[in-house]
Structure formats: structure tokens, C-alpha cells
């Protein structure tokens, strides 16, 4: 068992520390307040590659590995998980989706543009009366021959208004349950289809999240991934693979809480001496950092798997379960740390507590991680 990065992978990480520190971090917090969308820094994300990292450059992408996804994703989220959102939907939900699974015809027409950043993608399964039940799907698409009408409402979409191109779950035979199911690929100003209201959201306000709604939708026959009744399976292969970015999202945001905690306790001074030589701030930074590495290598080992061409369900399942409780706790942790500075927004601690709850929802929440997990344990 190698440890070691390869001096790819280490050029990744430092790449996207370096676009981290220097293009997200200015503004950060205005952008949190206003719950306004990185729109240029996304767009220089998309320059840099990190949209696209795991394609194939015959098709755009960056040909780089799962690991350092993951170690981009950290660097990120360390400082902007709002903007982590978008790199994460993009790579692993709708990028990576279709280069597994779709046609040649829509890799050339729809993941070129996404893999180099001229498009962003959103991925649509939860509606108001389906969340972590995928199976019950209330949009249609009905079959017209050589076009699918789709109606209905999907929930909480990432990357809502600014998608260029949305992957809908959308069910067609209904007697067949989650058998007939499809994935079609839906393009912004198709008639009837309209972006709802932008959510009001506790975290990740940066991130545009919307409701959309679709009314007698026309979609071409060529726009469905896969055979006719794939959508269940591909959209939970597809969120197998996310669960690797949401719980590096995690990570990066449990990382970050700790590097800001280590820096605080050094400057911070308590009845004459540093915080830190305070026994119980030093208990709180070690356990923060022994789970945090404990949540690093569960994360590079799902994507060693991955990589390998192997099953990575669990794996994937537990790194998420286990980096997003991470994060919840670190961030916890270095709001007390911080003391009343970790209650005002200018010390960033607050933000990624705030941050560091959706991750234990979004993507399969905790409670769906355990069933996926004990699932594959009892096979």
C-alpha cells in the first residue's frame, strides 16, 4: 500500500490551493452574504481544467485520475464549499455521467462544452415528494414516438439558473416502478421549461439552488442516456461516484476549520499563555485532526477504487457518512475554539459550520449512507 502522491497528483493539489487562496478567498464572505454566484471565479475554474478533471481530453477534460479530484475538491472546500458545489455536480454527476454513460453523438454535442467550462451542468432526481426515495418520481416523460413530453417539478437543483445543461430522472412506464425510469438531457430555454425561485438557503449560499419546472417539455429521443428504463440505475451510479466529491467537500471543509483553529489558538492568549497550551484545546485540535484523516483516507480509498475499475458502493458511502459527520464536528469545534470571534462572520469558522450541514444531506443524507452501507455488508 503506497501513501505517496505522484508529482501529478501533488501539482494538481498545489494548483488548485493556489486558485483557492488567490481567486476564491477574496470576496468569499461578500459572496456567502449577498448569496451571490461565483460567476467569474467558476468561469476561471473552467479555464483551469477543474470542471473537467476526470474527462478524457479526446473529449476536453483533464484525463487526471479520481485522487486528485479529491485532492482539488479539499483545497477548495477548505475555502469556498459553494463554489466546491459546482466543480463537484459538474465532475462527478453530469461530466462523468456521460462519458460512462451516454451516446457519441451527446458526449460530442453536450459533455465537450461541459468538460471545458463553456457549459455548466446540473443533475435533477429530488422532487417536493421525492427525496431520498428516488423511486417515487412524480415527473413523467411520456413517450411520443420520437419525442418525450416531460411535466413536472424538480427540488433543491444545484447550479439551478446557471446550468447550461440539466440531466432529468423522469419516470415514463409507471407500472414498471423504478424499471421505467429515464435520463434525458435537457438544454436551458427549451420551451416549458422555466427556473423557479432561488432558494433562501443556511449554507452554501453562493451556490445558486432552484426549483424547476417543466410544462409539455419536448425532448428528442436522442437526448435519453441509455436504453429505454436506465434512468434509476444510472442515476444512482452516477450519485455513487458524487458521494466521492460531497464527502472530499466534507473533508475540505473539516480541513479548513482545523487550519484556522491551529492558527487562532497560536495568536490567541488566555490567562498569560497561548490557548494553544491549554490541554483542552489541544484535545479538541488532535481529535479534529485524527478524524479528519481518518475521513482523507476513507476518501482516497473509495477513489483507489474507482480508479481500479473496482466496486467503490460502500466505500463511497462510508466516506461520505463518515467526512460530512467530520465536518459538522470540526466546524463545531472551531466556533467554541474561536469563542465569540467564531460567532462573527469575518473569522470564517461560522460560515463553514453553516457550510458543513448540507453535506450530511445533499447527495444521500447520513441516514441513506447506512443503508447503502449495511445493504452491501448483508450481500
Not at 84 to 98: A, D, H, Q
Not at 141 to 164: F, H, Q
Not at 228 to 245: C, E, P, Q, T, W
Request: include cysteine; hydrophobic fraction near 40%.
Amino acid at each position: 500500500m503506497n501513501f505517496d502522491f505522484t508529482e501529478e497528483q501533488l501539482a494538481v493539489r498545489d494548483a488548485a490551493r493556489d486558485f483557492a487562496q488567490n481567486e476564491l478567498l477574496p470576496g468569499v464572505i461578500e459572496r456567502d452574504e449577498n448569496a451571490q454566484f461565483p460567476t467569474e471565479q467558476v468561469k476561471k475554474m473552467g479555464e483551469l481544467g477543474f470542471l473537467g478533471m476526470m474527462v478524457d481530453p479526446k473529449y476536453g477534460g483533464g484525463g487526471m485520475d479520481t485522487i486528485s479530484y479529491v485532492l482539488a475538491m479539499e483545497e477548495i472546500s477548505k475555502v469556498d464549499a459553494s463554489t466546491s458545489v459546482v466543480m463537484s455536480v459538474n465532475n462527478s454527476l453530469v461530466c462523468w455521467g456521460l462519458e460512462k454513460y451516454a451516446s457519441e453523438a451527446q458526449k460530442q454535442k453536450y459533455l465537450i462544452p461541459l468538460a471545458t467550462g463553456q457549459k455548466i451542468g446540473a443533475f435533477c432526481l429530488s422532487e417536493p415528494e421525492a427525496g431520498s426515495d428516488a423511486t417515487s418520481q412524480k415527473t413523467t416523460a411520456e413517450d411520443k414516438g420520437d419525442y418525450y413530453l416531460l411535466n413536472g417539478t424538480k427540488n433543491w437543483i444545484t447550479n439551478g439558473s446557471s446550468a447550461g445543461y440539466y440531466i432529468v430522472i423522469a419516470q415514463t412506464h409507471k407500472e414498471k416502478g423504478h424499471k421505467g425510469i429515464n435520463a434525458l438531457i435537457v438544454e436551458k430555454g427549451m420551451e416549458g421549461f422555466i427556473v423557479g425561485k432561488k432558494e433562501r438557503k443556511m449554507g452554501i449560499r453562493a451556490s445558486d439552488t432552484h426549483s424547476l419546472m417543466f410544462t409539455n417539455v419536448k425532448i428528442p429521443k436522442e437526448n435519453r442516456i441509455g436504453e429505454d428504463g436506465f434512468g434509476f440505475k444510472f442515476a444512482m451510479k452516477v450519485l455513487s461516484g458524487g458521494r466521492i466529491g460531497i464527502a472530499s467537500q466534507a473533508l475540505g471543509i473539516a480541513s479548513g476549520s482545523l487550519e484556522l483553529s491551529l492558527q487562532y489558538s497560536k495568536e490567541r492568549k488566555a490567562f498569560g499563555v497561548e490557548i494553544s497550551k491549554h490541554q483542552a484545546i489541544q484535545f479538541k485540535l488532535s481529535e479534529m485532526a485524527t478524524n479528519i484523516d481518518a475521513a482523507r483516507l476513507l476518501c482516497l480509498r473509495a477513489a483507489y477504487l474507482k480508479d481500479q475499475h473496482k466496486d467503490f458502493t460502500k466505500e463511497s458511502a462510508m466516506a461520505k457518512l463518515f467526512a460530512s459527520k467530520t465536518a459538522m464536528d470540526a466546524s463545531i469545534e472551531a466556533v467554541q475554539i474561536h469563542g465569540g470571534y467564531g460567532y462573527v462572520r469575518e473569522y470564517h469558522v461560522e460560515r463553514f459550520m453553516r457550510d458543513a450541514k448540507i453535506t450530511q444531506i445533499y447527495e444521500g443524507t447520513s441516514e441513506i449512507q447506512n443503508i447503502v452501507i449495511a445493504r452491501e455488508l448483508l450481500k
